[in-house]
């Protein structure tokens, strides 16, 4: 796996969890509607949503960090794996628990899975790379 291609993975999870962080956080009835989801508009559930959310949105900006700093790559690749693979297991418990969700949230799923499984194999080559850089005789 390339420098490149790990950038390009931090970069497109950062993105990603930064965006729909930023978009539940701002405006969480906005983008639960673009799924279909009504809600009240009670200041205690929006408040429990857009908390969430914000923390999505900074764990985005961590994430994307590793994308443009080397020193913060396998960080960020661990935070990636974390955040996208730990929705996607919520997801999977509520599939096995409530049922199948709607074409929307499935999809959802399908792309945590990808983006926390890249995130996790960038981790796993930064980890490799590190640790072969610091043997005698081997350039980093």
């Known amino acids: 796996?390339?420098?490149w291609f790990q950038r390009l993975v931090l970069g497109a999870a950062g993105i990603t969890a930064l965006g729909i962080g930023t978009?539940?956080?701002?405006?969480?009835?906005?983008?639960?509607?673009?799924?279909g989801?009504?809600?009240g508009t009670?200041?205690?559930?929006l408040s429990e949503l857009r908390a969430p959310g914000a923390?999505?949105?900074?764990?985005?900006?961590?994430?994307?960090?590793?994308?443009v700093r080397s020193r913060m790559m396998k960080l960020s690749?661990?935070?990636?794996?974390?955040?996208?693979l730990a929705y996607a297991a919520?997801?999977?418990?509520?599939?096995?628990?409530?049922?199948?969700?709607?074409?929307?949230?499935?999809?959802?799923?399908?792309?945590?899975?990808v983006l926390g499984g890249l995130c996790a194999a960038t981790l796993r080559h930064a980890g490799l790379n590190r640790s072969l850089a610091n043997q005698p005789g081997i350039p980093a």
Do not use: H, Q, W
């Not at 978009?23 to 799924?35: E, L, N």
């Open 23 to 35: 978009a539940i956080a701002v405006a969480p009835a906005a983008f639960y509607a673009a799924y």
């Open 55 to 67: 923390n999505l949105a900074v764990l985005g900006a961590l994430i994307l960090a590793g994308a």
């Open 37 to 39: 989801i009504a809600f």
């Open 77 to 84: 690749a661990a935070v990636g794996a974390v955040v996208f």
């Open 42 to 45: 009670g200041p205690d559930l």
């Open 90 to 113: 919520g997801r999977f418990v509520g599939v096995v628990l409530d049922g199948v969700p709607s074409d929307g949230i499935v999809f959802a799923m399908a792309i945590e899975l």
């Open 1 to 3: 796996m390339s420098i």
